[in-house]
């Protein structure tokens, strides 16, 4: 009834599993549960609880490198970190599992794309709730990712594709002065960092 996803390189406090459990069982309109998740080398520090997802497509860890006690309160948030989380069986069975569509993109995909933001956003919009439950704690051998050009591709990738598929026509059309003008920073970004880069750009472009 319950399904948990968690990265290879975590380890678990004792309790971490009975936490997530009590939470998902709790309410009938929670549909994922998510841990705080601290650094396994320094773990008084927040890796991440939980992703923060701005409408134009892009995200970030929510409390990155805070101090573990400031955030001790259950929570809903907007998207589960694909590090590790717990989700209903129900849930799954409703709005589908990981888009196997993200492949198109490259063989290595998944390892670092937005494929748990699109899960995430497709339980939100069925009407279940992501709770974040701190009493849950994971700890995560977190290595710090090089923005390589093959990772940049795969993010852009992602970013496109993930505003593509959830958001409605008239909500993009709403949306596109401002996506427009954060594209001409994306193209910025891109030259600054070189030909390899703006290769890049236009490759992930031509890939969605």
Not at 44 to 52: P, S
Not at 102 to 108: I, K, L, N, Q, T
Not at 182 to 193: D, G, H, P, S
């Amino acid at each position: 009834e319950l399904i948990v996803f968690s990265n290879y390189d975590t380890t678990y406090d004792p309790l971490w599993l009975e936490t997530m459990v009590d939470t998902a069982c709790s309410a009938d309109d929670i549909g994922v549960v998510a841990p705080k998740i601290l650094f396994y080398d320094d773990r008084k520090k927040i890796n991440t609880c939980g992703l923060f997802f701005s409408y134009l497509g892009y995200a970030c860890s929510s409390g990155l490198n805070q101090p573990s006690e400031t955030v001790t309160k259950k929570k809903e948030i907007g998207t589960a970190s694909g590090c590790c989380f717990m989700i209903k069986k129900s849930t799954l069975d409703n709005v589908g599992l990981f888009d196997d569509e993200y492949h198109r993109f490259g063989p290595d995909f998944f390892f670092s794309s937005l494929e748990d933001i699109d899960l995430c956003w497709r339980v939100r919009l069925s009407g279940e709730k992501i709770l974040l439950n701190p009493d849950s704690i994971v700890y995560h051998k977190y290595l710090k990712k090089a923005l390589s050009p093959l990772r940049y591709l795969y993010l852009e990738c992602g970013r496109y594709y993930i505003l593509l598929k959830n958001y409605q026509r008239f909500t993009l059309l709403l949306l596109l002065p401002a996506f427009a003008a954060f594209e001409c920073l994306a193209w910025i970004f891109a030259a600054i960092n070189g030909m390899t880069f703006l290769k890049t750009k236009c490759r992930s472009s031509y890939l969605v």
